[in-house]
């Protein structure tokens, strides 16, 4: 039997729906911030105990289990995975949320009393089976599993459409009088949309399309929630969809591309598609010695920070590196383009991890205008947040996208480690550029030895 | 609750959700996404309520596996989260000491 009569348990979902809300709150300023998150840990933990206690429910060790298998799977990989590694997780939490959702809405269907609902089931079904799906192929992109690039096949498009209008037919099938397998045939052609959704994304655009599909869970959630009639999945499910389209917006400003141009541009003739070719123009390339000897007698240097620079681990070395420059009375800055490493906001993430003083840490509107003033930026693994491309060439994939000028700064320095075009598939033509050294290799290597040869100084 | 309630209450969220998230800086966009894929891991309340209604032993093993994929959403986001966050903090407190 209940302990709970219903209004106890509407209040405490209520509490745990404020929760939601206060920790989204929290985010607004980094002192906030951990806290807002345990506010909305313990919110979840109210709504579950809530509705143990509150529910007339059978199987319960059953689903106590459940829940430990659960945590036991996610717990240890959170606390381990490398910080780089951050999208993917992301990206698959994402997707299994989704298939929470959509599976959830499978099952209801044979107590589904009304159209509305079985509507309600048949847009659950959809766009959790799309984000399961799609959040598969994005892991798979940022893992390596798959390539990274724009996978475009003939007839993609026309594909697309036909499996879009038979899951519809399914879906208003359901709707109108709810066959169990019309249901699972919206469930699987769902998937074959989410698939076809993401292959065409590629590059830089990936992580924007990570956070579309998690604005889809929220709304899957959302429509379980309608569903099951119950509230808090409704709010939740609706703050996370909203938050995921604004956020999702930002981005796509950030690299001056559309959502739909990101979704649909490559089915209109692969706009992400760039060369991949390297280049044999004459580069002036130089030894860490030399690098030491520009930085080292610099009055300012930027430090310009890529994924490069994350996936050989270099942050700490960076970090380091400034502190030795800034010993010899230098002044260091760090210039943080918005979509630098894989997500918006990531390049913070990785410098916090290695104690970088925030105050270090500029924006690209406060810094863009000191690259004139400034002696040395040094560009460290990152390629396409640098390109001017995006100002020159109209048809660049990267076109548009606002981007760091260190080409005003007198000298700049680019490690990297090898002339490969970035994510993006392009390439750079500051690389050509007089005013430009180039110091091959991984990044962490290249700055130890640039580090060790300042020390020498 | 009748579906104009429940309406209601799902454009009152789209608000509260679009101004809440407006003022977050873009520091901490990558927490944001992860915070908020914590918090549609909620959905672990759904999977419950299924898997405690089930009578049919393959309808009960479908919500099991609902509620695995909801637990991991919900904890692996906000744990990983917070590793994100405990690492701003100390940053913070870094610059206000110096």
């Known amino acids: 039997m209940p302990l709970f009569p219903p209004v106890v348990s509407s209040l405490l979902y209520l509490v745990a729906a404020v929760c939601f809300i206060l920790a989204l709150r929290g985010l607004s300023s980094p002192k906030t911030a951990r806290r807002g998150n345990l506010i909305g840990a313990l919110g979840a933990l109210i709504a579950v105990v809530t509705v143990f206690l509150a529910s007339r429910l059978e199987n319960i060790p059953w689903i106590l289990a459940a829940i430990a298998v659960g945590t036991a799977i996610a717990w240890p ?6 910080m780089t590694q951050m999208p993917q997780l992301v990206a698959m939490l994402n997707g299994v949320g989704g298939g929470a959702a959509a599976l959830i809405a499978l099952l209801e269907l044979p107590h589904a009393a009304d159209w509305w609902t079985r509507l309600a089931i048949v847009l ?5 089976a799309i984000s399961f799906a799609g959040s598969v192929i994005t892991f798979s992109k940022l893992q390596g599993i798959l390539s990274a690039k724009a996978i475009v096949f003939p007839g993609l498009a026309l594909l697309m459409v036909g499996v879009l209008v038979v899951a519809v037919a399914a879906g208003a099938w359901v709707v109108t009088s709810g066959p169990f397998f019309a249901a699972v045939a919206v469930l699987v052609l769902g998937l074959a949309v989410g698939v076809l959704l993401v292959l065409p994304v590629g590059g830089a655009d990936v992580p924007i399309v990570i956070s579309l599909l ?5 709304l899957a959630v959302a429509a379980s929630g309608f569903v099951l009639g119950n509230v808090l999945l409704i709010i939740a499910g609706t703050l996370v969809g909203a938050s995921g389209t604004i956020l999702t917006r930002a981005m796509a400003q950030a690299m001056g591309r559309s959502v739909s141009g990101i979704l649909f541009g490559a089915f209109k003739g692969g706009s992400t598609a760039g060369s991949t070719e390297a280049s044999d123009r004459p580069v002036r390339s130089s030894s860490a010695e030399d690098v030491a000897v520009l930085l ?11 994924y490069g620079l994350a996936v050989a681990q270099g942050q700490h ?3 380091e590196l400034q502190q030795a420059l800034e010993a010899r009375g230098i002044e260091v800055e760090y210039a943080i383009h918005p979509v630098a490493g894989r997500m918006p906001g990531h390049m913070n993430v990785l410098l916090a991890e290695a104690n970088v003083p925030y105050e270090s840490l500029k924006e690209m509107s406060e810094v863009n205008g000191e690259f004139k003033q400034t002696d040395v930026a040094l560009v460290v693994g990152a390629n396409d947040v640098v390109n001017p491309a995006a100002k020159t060439t109209p048809g660049s994939p990267i076109y548009g996208m606002p981007i760091l000028e260190v080409g005003d700064a007198k000298q700049v320095v ?5 002339m490969r075009p970035g994510f993006a598939g392009i390439e750079n033509e500051l690389l050509y550029e007089p005013q430009t050294t180039l110091l091959f290799g991984d990044a962490k290597d290249s700055l130890a030895k640039v580090l060790a040869a300042v020390k020498a100084l | ?10 454009v009152l969220a789209v608000f509260v959700g679009f101004e809440v998230v407006s003022k977050v800086s873009s520091t901490l966009h990558t927490p944001l996404m992860s915070g908020t894929n914590a918090i549609h891991g909620i959905v672990l309340i759904g999977a419950i309520i299924v898997a405690g209604q ?8 479908v919500a099991l596996l609902a509620v695995v994929l909801a637990t991991a959403n919900l904890v692996g986001g906000f744990v990983v989260t917070d590793r994100m966050l405990e690492m701003f903090k100390g940053r913070a407190k870094k610059g206000t000491d110096a």
């Not at chain 1, 680019?414 to 090898?418: A, D, G, I, Q, V």
């Open chain 1, 77 to 82: 990989i959170a606390r381990r995975v490398q």
């Open chain 2, 1 to 10: 609750m009748d579906p104009i309630s429940l309406a209601t209450i799902t």
């Open chain 1, 296 to 306: 080292g007698y610099a009055q300012k240097v930027i430090i310009v920070p890529g």
């Open chain 1, 214 to 218: 998690n604005a889809f869970t929220g």
């Open chain 1, 414 to 418: 680019f490690l990297k480690r090898s």
């Open chain 2, 54 to 61: 089930a009578h049919d032993p393959w309808v009960l093993a």
């Open chain 1, 124 to 128: 659950t079904l959809l766009i959790g």
């Open chain 1, 317 to 319: 070395t960076v970090a």
